[in-house]
């Protein structure tokens, strides 16, 4: 990723938020094709079969997505991979993220959804798990800001951090997570960083992906390396 890029996705992290209310427009074909494109890049990367539903409503139309107060959403996107992958929920949380971001920056409004839907329509093999749904759509607004942990309840952060390391845990805070509860923590020794989900709560191993995601952009891949 290149130094405009990176401060392009940091921008459109700050500014997006989780949209559960759409307008029902549909989405254009040239976004359509940009997005797919995108998708086809991120599938060939991860080996997941990640799906986008378009013109869809049944399955946000369901009892349980009003309990989740959606409304107005007829497409979204379908986080799927074989099941024998052993780190299957955090990759779907990873790369879901990327293309979270993607569509924000072509204008469109996400929120990532765990059984507050109906039965999605993305096709799904023997050998392969549907793990999560995320909306996709123009939203009725923008969203709202949410509250936040402090960079110190998440990291080992101090004052004598390098500012890769505070960049890239700034940009995790930012992640959207289940039920906000960021139940996840970042632990730097030297060049080297430690990705930690909580302990006890829904979708840890997903939230981990999408706030491993926003640190890297945050921190710059190059900085640091991951430790197992």
Not at 54 to 80: H, M, N, Q, T, W
Not at 101 to 119: D, I, Y
Request: charged share 30%; net charge neutral.
């Amino acid at each position: 990723m290149t130094a405009a890029n990176r401060e392009e996705y940091l921008r459109i992290m700050e500014t997006r938020h989780s949209v559960r209310q759409y307008t029902g427009r549909p989405i254009p074909a040239e976004t359509r094709e940009k997005l797919g494109a995108y998708l086809s890049r991120i599938n060939e990367e991860s080996g997941l079969h990640i799906q986008i539903v378009y013109d869809e409503p049944e399955c946000f139309g369901a009892a349980l997505a009003k309990y989740g107060r959606f409304g107005g959403c007829r497409d979204y996107i379908s986080l799927v991979g074989k099941k024998d992958i052993p780190d299957l929920d955090e990759r779907c949380g990873y790369y879901g993220e990327l293309l979270v971001l993607e569509a924000q920056r072509l204008g469109l409004n996400t929120c990532w959804a765990a059984l507050t839907h109906g039965k999605s329509k993305a096709e799904t093999d023997r050998d392969e798990r549907e793990v999560i749904i995320i909306s996709l759509g123009y939203g009725t607004t923008s969203g709202n800001a949410r509250k936040s942990k402090t960079p110190e309840e998440v990291s080992n952060i101090t004052s004598d951090s390098p500012a890769w390391f505070r960049e890239g845990v700034r940009a995790a805070l930012l992640a959207p997570t289940a039920v906000n509860q960021q139940k996840f923590r970042f632990t730097r020794t030297g060049g080297k960083v430690r990705g930690e989900a909580g302990k006890i709560g829904p979708c840890l191993k997903i939230d981990l992906g999408i706030v491993k995601c926003h640190f890297e952009i945050g921190a710059g891949r190059e900085n640091f390396e991951w430790e197992e």
